[in-house]
């Protein structure tokens, strides 16, 4: 497998097999109970969170009467220095890692290979292929997944039931059902914002599209290519006729469409099952109408935007069998379930998210099904985040088309700036 490189591991590669990260005998692997096993969560803690995680701790003490448990919470913004830091100094035992950076910090051999632990862990083998493929290199296992966030549709129950319509499936369907919307109830059918990159990319890969794709060691942009062009004038043009609203050209999907979803001012919008608080904080009055289905596709399911985090055990912990049965703790099916209550993500396990407390549950069930498909992250390089929030190249090629510029102007255009930013130094 070749690793995506960026600025700092040709340094810290060094670094970490100096201090023994990633090595094949991870130093104490005996089984033996540490006094204090300690574990990085990213994010910021809640009082939800704590006791969520309490309630874990008390689970392991089962298994290690004799351990403390110290969960440290490291904000995402600092996580990278931190494991910078870790390389060099030593880190935790246990850590979670954005699903995306899974690939960086495991070349720069950041975490243990627990390929042995994973083939005696019965759970395993129940979850999602794609999700856990994520942490498979080469024949090492870094890390396995944990949860996940993915969007879907929203739409009301009433509304379609009043038009005879199912829930879209494809393209053709949800321009229909938009218009039927806009027809019946003198709003726009569908939300569209602009700058919505996670949900544009469903669009994208529906058609076979790609944002880039590496060749001979360097990106190369496909906003111009055929199948992504077609996707990007697509979701544009839902604006340029009027199906969603022009106001929605510069926004987010939170600005756009929460407020008009609920005041039933836009039929359906594409958000996360997340979005159910923030809704019912604006105008409950419908909310028992109110459902998700999967996002449509050319001719089916669209492929979604995967984000999430993973659990690893870091390279240089003394105790990694200790390590990873506290993932297992945390990542048990039970907790699965009473992490969606704290988080309202996602589990990664098929058989979780085909179940009762999913599949019956309105809102969580199209985002359910969503999640047991084809889930998927974007390119696999540092300068991707400089693309998206600072640049916002794909957002702002949207943007212009929805404003009516020609594609055959706006995407060669972009497209030789994302080429750009993907092959620069990090170091700029």
């Known amino acids: 497998m070749k690793f995506p490189k960026i600025a700092l591991v040709s340094t810290v590669v060094m670094l970490a097999a100096a201090c023994g990260g990633g090595s094949d005998d991870g130093g104490n692997a005996s089984g033996d109970a540490p006094d204090t096993l300690t574990v990085w969560r990213m994010g910021d803690a809640n009082e939800d969170q704590n006791a969520f995680m309490d309630s874990v701790t008390e689970q392991y003490q089962e298994l290690y009467p004799d351990t403390d448990v110290d969960v440290q919470w490291v904000p995402w913004g600092e996580f990278s220095q931190r494991f910078q830091t870790a390389l060099v100094s030593g880190g935790p035992d246990v850590v979670e890692i954005g699903n995306d950076q899974v690939a960086t910090w495991a070349e720069a051999e950041a975490f243990y290979d627990v390929s042995e632990y994973v083939e005696g862990w019965d759970d395993s083998a129940d979850l999602l292929e794609g999700a856990y493929a994520n942490g498979t290199f080469g024949d090492a296992q870094y890390s396995v997944p944990w949860y996940s966030g993915v969007r879907a549709l929203w739409y009301n ?40 990159l996670n949900g544009i990319a469903s669009f994208v890969w529906a058609n076979d599209g790609e944002f880039a ?26 604006t340029v006729d009027g199906i969603s609203p022009s106001a929605c050209v510069g926004l987010n999907e939170v600005d756009c469409a929460h407020a008009d979803f609920v005041n039933r001012e836009v039929g359906m919008f594409i958000d996360g099952p997340w979005a159910q608080a923030q809704l019912e904080d604006l105008n409950d009055e419908h909310a028992g109408h109110w459902a998700t289905a999967p996002i449509p596709g050319v001719d089916g399911m669209a492929p979604a935007f995967g984000g999430g985090s993973d659990l690893a055990v870091w390279g240089t912990s003394e105790y990694p069998d200790a390590a990873f049965d506290y993932i297992t703790t945390l990542n048990s099916k039970d907790n699965a379930l009473a992490y969606t209550e704290v988080s309202s993500m996602f ?29 998927r992250l974007f390119p696999d ?48």
């Open 347 to 375: 589990p990664t396990y098929t058989d979780v998210l085909e179940g009762d407390t999913f599949q019956e549950d309105p809102i969580l069930s199209g985002a359910a099904t969503q999640a047991t498909g084809d889930l």
């Open 381 to 428: 390089t540092a300068n991707w985040g400089h693309v998206q929030w600072e640049l916002t190249t794909i957002q702002t090629a949207v943007q212009r088309l929805a404003e009516g510029e020609s594609a055959d102007d706006v995407l060669p255009e972009l497209n030789e700036e994302l080429t750009e930013a993907l092959n620069r130094e990090v170091s700029e």
């Open 157 to 196: 129950t009433d509304q379609l039931e009043e038009l005879g319509h199912e829930p879209p499936t494809t393209w053709d369907e949800l321009v229909e059902v938009a218009e039927d919307i806009e027809d019946e109830y003198d709003v726009p059918g569908f939300a569209a914002p602009t700058d919505f």
């Open 213 to 238: 794709v590496e060749e001979g060691g360097e990106w190369v942009g496909q906003l111009d290519s055929a199948e992504t062009g077609e996707a990007l004038e697509f979701y544009a043009d839902l």
